[in-house]
């Protein structure tokens, strides 16, 4: 079966460091997407990870370890702008499929002053 | 580059009626896939369109449907609705590769009374 799994909710301070993580089971795997989503607007692209390891990109980052099933978004210097869901995917590759995305139900991150 | 853009941005109809819904992509992008989001069930893929052809299919019943067209411009469909069908519908965008990133629209918000 399919199955993506992620806190629910999570809070975190203003400038602390917040880890969000993510654990799926999959039929097929060609890759784990992060896109983060403020309410009533679009998912945006976060990072993107396919090989194990950790991937950087200015305050974010991302970590994934293919034999665990398990992956983590890292924040750094939290923003209160950062409050939003964030959306853990797995490329499906089962079948054959390309862009076929199964998505977690997203972790609510609340950042307080 | 303009994003995707997606038409109209909200939708009010009523039990029985059917819909459709725009989606067009990043200009270069030949995949489009279509997802649906709910409080209860997170964003579930309906289907993925390229060059035309309807390349993956997700687990929703025949009511949804959707085509593309040569320029890549996409369209969704719903008949005869029902009440649980009241949704966000997003498209998102690719060039279609095995390892693009997919970019989202805003969404059109459907309301079924």
């Known amino acids: 079966g399919q199955n993506i799994d992620q806190p629910t909710e999570m809070t975190a301070t203003e400038g602390a460091i917040v880890q969000i993580n993510c654990t799926y089971q999959t039929s097929g795997f060609n890759g784990l997407f992060w896109y983060q989503q403020h309410a009533g607007e679009a998912p945006t692209f976060l990072s993107y990870?396919?090989?194990?390891g950790l991937e950087e990109k200015g305050r974010f980052s991302s970590f994934l370890s293919r034999s665990k099933g398990y992956s983590y978004l890292l924040l750094k210097e939290l923003q209160m702008k950062d409050s939003a869901s964030y959306l853990c995917a797995v490329r499906d590759s089962y079948g054959g499929a390309t862009n076929k995305l199964i998505f977690g139900t997203g972790t609510l991150l609340a950042v307080q002053p | 580059k303009a994003g995707v853009t997606q038409t109209p941005r909200y939708l009010i109809k009523t039990r029985g009626q059917q819909v459709t819904l725009s989606c067009s992509p990043i200009?270069?992008?030949?995949?489009v896939s279509w997802y649906q989001q709910t409080p209860g069930q997170g964003l579930q893929f309906l289907f993925e369109?390229?060059?035309?052809?309807?390349?993956n299919k997700g687990n929703f019943p025949g009511r949804f449907s959707g085509r593309q067209f040569s320029n890549s411009r996409s369209e969704m469909n719903v008949s005869t609705l029902e009440l649980g069908d009241s949704a966000l519908y997003l498209c998102?965008?690719?060039?279609?590769?095995?390892?693009?990133?997919?970019?989202f629209g805003p969404g059109t918000r459907l309301t079924v009374l």
């Open positions: 990870n396919v090989l194990d």
């Open positions: 200009s270069g992008h030949r995949s």
């Open positions: 369109y390229f060059s035309e052809t309807q390349r």
């Open positions: 998102a965008s690719s060039l279609g590769g095995k390892t693009d990133t997919q970019y």
